[in-house]
Antibody, heavy 118, light 106 residues
Framework: EVQLVESGGGLVQPGGSLRLSCAASGFTFSFYWMHWVRQVPGKGLVWVSRINSDGSSINYADSVKGRFTISRDNAKNTLYLQMNSLRAEDTAVYYC???????????WGQGSLVTVSS | DIQMTQSPSSLSASVGDRVTITCRAS??????LAWYQQKPGKVPKLLIY???TLQSGVPSRFSGSGSGTDFTLTINSLQPEDVATYYCQKYNSAPLTFGGGTKVEI
């Protein structure tokens, strides 16, 4: 069974940093592109970033470019999102998601809440 | 960047009704379009990919159509368990933009 489990969320002050992790199991993690998607509670889905299977190709939404860094450790079956210079508008539930063979996001984690507030 | 516009933003229908949601891309995206369902308090779920292909396990009352810039998600015979917000997403290239969502109520 495919499982994606996020961790690392919490309360952080504006300007602070946080690293999210997404532990993957039930599939060959190193074969798949992975994504981060966020959602302000009660609002819509917003795509954040993606990384290809070996980490050599990365894309970001303009809203996080230069502040967030996506990475992966295929030996540990783990996806990361390093978030720096956090702003109040970064407050959201962050989901990791697998890009399946059909290129759409076929499995999602349960989400990790990040709250940026003083 | 390509923008994805969904309409309506919300709708109310009766059990058994046929429901149609539209998604428009600001530029052509061929058929690189997915639909997701997010029930209240739950994680998004992939319903349809490649504009019209049903993901495994998704009930056949759901269907998708379209290509280029205009796409449609149809729910034939709406069921109580279909209460959710539905999102389209383009995935031909980054950024993989989502539409604003359509909330479906009974």
């Amino acid at each position: 069974e495919v499982q994606l489990v996020e961790s690392g969320g919490g309360l952080v002050q504006p300007g602070g940093s946080l690293r999210l992790s997404c532990a993957a199991s039930g599939f060959t993690f190193s074969f798949y592109w992975m994504h981060w998607v966020r959602q302000v509670p009660g609002k819509g889905l917003v795509w954040v970033s993606r990384i290809n299977s070996d980490g050599s190709s990365i894309n970001y939404a303009d809203s996080v470019k230069g502040r967030f860094t996506i990475s992966r450790d295929n030996a540990k079956n783990t996806l990361y999102l390093q978030m720096n210079s956090l702003r109040a508008e970064d407050t959201a539930v962050y989901y990791c998601a697998r890009e399946g063979e059909v290129w759409a996001l076929d499995y999602w984690g349960q989400g990790s809440l990040v709250t940026v507030s003083s | 960047d390509i923008q994805m516009t969904q309409s309506p933003s919300s709708l109310s229908a009766s059990v058994g009704d046929r429901v149609t949601i539209t998604c428009r891309a600001s530029q052509g995206i061929s058929n690189y379009l997915a639909w997701y369902q997010q029930k209240p308090g739950k994680v998004p779920k992939l319903l349809i990919y490649a504009a019209s292909t049903l993901q495994s396990g998704v009930p056949s009352r759901f269907s998708g159509s379209g290509s280029g810039t205009d796409f449609t998600l149809t729910i034939n015979s709406l069921q109580p368990e279909d209460v959710a917000t539905y999102y389209c997403q383009k995935y031909n290239s980054a950024p993989l933009t989502f539409g604003g969502g359509t909330k479906v109520e009974i």
